[in-house]
């Protein structure tokens, strides 16, 4: 009788292995079409937003005149420009910095230049 335990119990080990395969490609497959036809519509990022605005604004202009849209587009980066600068310029106070915010800063600065424009 001893003898006919360790095949019983090996058949029904790769019984379950071949199961438990089995229902793990089932599920990568249920996952994969999941991801193939439910797709989420891309967000707006702040940037398309006010684009958008200012196409919306210059929508009633003709188009001939091109050289506004030229200087729209140069009046808000700049704008933008300056309200960034401002920002960063107030998150240094007048005082003494503690070394929270000193790390912080160095931490910010050694970003690379495209990183720190972006936001």
Avoid: H
Wanted: no cysteine; charged share 25%; net charge neutral.
């Amino acid at each position: 009788m001893d003898s006919n335990i360790l095949p019983f119990a090996l058949s029904i080990s790769g019984i379950g292995i071949v199961v438990l395969l089995l229902v793990l490609a089932l599920l990568a497959g249920v996952v994969a079409l999941m991801t193939k036809y439910i797709v989420d519509k891309p967000e707006k990022e702040d940037n398309e937003e006010e684009i958008e605005e200012v196409q919306e604004t210059t929508a009633s202009v003709p188009e001939k005149n091109t050289g506004l849209k030229k200087i729209a587009v140069i009046a808000l980066a700049l704008a933008r420009a300056q309200a960034e600068t401002i920002t960063t310029q107030s998150l240094a106070p007048a005082g003494e910095l503690n070394s929270w915010r000193q790390f912080n800063l160095q931490k910010r600065l050694a970003k690379s230049s495209t990183i720190r424009r972006s936001r």
